[in-house]
Nanobody, 113 residues
Framework: QVQLVESGGGLVQPGGSLRLSCAAS??????MGWYRQAPGKQRELVAG???????TYADSVKGRFTISRDNAKNTVFLQMNSLKPEDTAVYYC?????????WGQGTQVTVSS
């Protein structure tokens, strides 16, 4: 059974930092990554990383967010620096197995003073 367990969300002031983690189990995953969904908006890609370490980022987070992964532990991380109020959203981890894409339960990130 595949499980994705996220942690690390919370409330932070503008300019602050947070680190999200997502531990996946139950399969071998190729691409892993993070999406986010703000109220009233569609879910959007934040960052993705494959097993070889190649990454992709949304333009809005380039230079501020860094995605990394530990293949041995099936864990993906998202280091978020210089956070802005517009980064406020529910952040969802995703992991792609040979069969399908899996999603985590979501973790709230709120950037506010």
């Amino acid at each position: 059974q595949v499980q994705l367990v996220e942690s690390g969300g919370g409330l932070v002031q503008p300019g602050g930092s947070l680190r999200l983690s997502c531990a996946a189990s139950g399969s071998i995953f190729s691409t892993m990554g993070w999406y986010r969904q703000a109220p009233g908006k569609q879910r959007e890609l934040v960052a993705g990383i494959n097993r070889g370490g190649s990454t992709t980022y949304a333009d809005s987070v380039k230079g501020r967010f860094t995605i990394s992964r530990d293949n041995a532990k099936n864990t993906v991380f998202l280091q978020m620096n210089s956070l802005k109020p517009e980064d406020t959203a529910v952040y969802y981890c995703n992991a792609d197995s040979p069969i399908r894409r899996y999603w985590g339960q979501g973790t709230q990130v709120t950037v506010s003073s």
